[in-house]
């Protein structure tokens, strides 16, 4: 199997705005966010899908999917995080955390025809770090 680019991303092969790891998990900001704070958590165990994982994989991601919602909440000031698995663009597990205060945010389509504020995003992760 090819590796992904979240693989790429974990092994260091291309930069990320990371937020949180541990063990089994990898937590960074998403490039093109819906909102700000927009965080992808990936396994670092390549499986295409969150379903197919394994137990100890499943409840690892979810573990941090909780931990670094919370800390959205934390830091952001969002009353809501929206957690979603899609998982059609890239073939590899992973969930997305959405920070927003109004339904409609969750609506807005991402924007991945601009420029990524890398920047921004930086100073982003550095705050949201743990």
Known sequence: MEPTIFTRIINGEIPSHKVYE?????A??????????????????????VWDLDAVDYHAV???????????REVLGAP??????IGVDVPH?????????????????QDM???PDHIA??????RVAF
Not at 62 to 71: D, E, L, S
Not at 80 to 85: A, F, L
Not at 100 to 108: G, P
Not at 121 to 126: F, R
Request: without cysteine.
């Open 121 to 126: 995003l930086a100073e982003l992760a550095k």
């Open 93 to 109: 597990a992973h969930v997305h955390l959405i920070p927003f205060t109004e339904a409609a945010q969750l609506r807005q389509k």
């Open 62 to 72: 979810m573990a941090t999917a909780q931990k670094v919602a919370q800390r959205l």
């Open 28 to 49: 960074f900001l998403d490039i093109y966010p819906l909102q700000p704070g927009h965080t992808l958590v990936v396994p670092k165990r390549q499986v295409e899908f």
């Open 80 to 85: 809501y995080i929206s957690s979603q698995v």
């Open 113 to 115: 025809t601009t420029e």
């Open 22 to 26: 541990d063990e089994l998990t990898y």
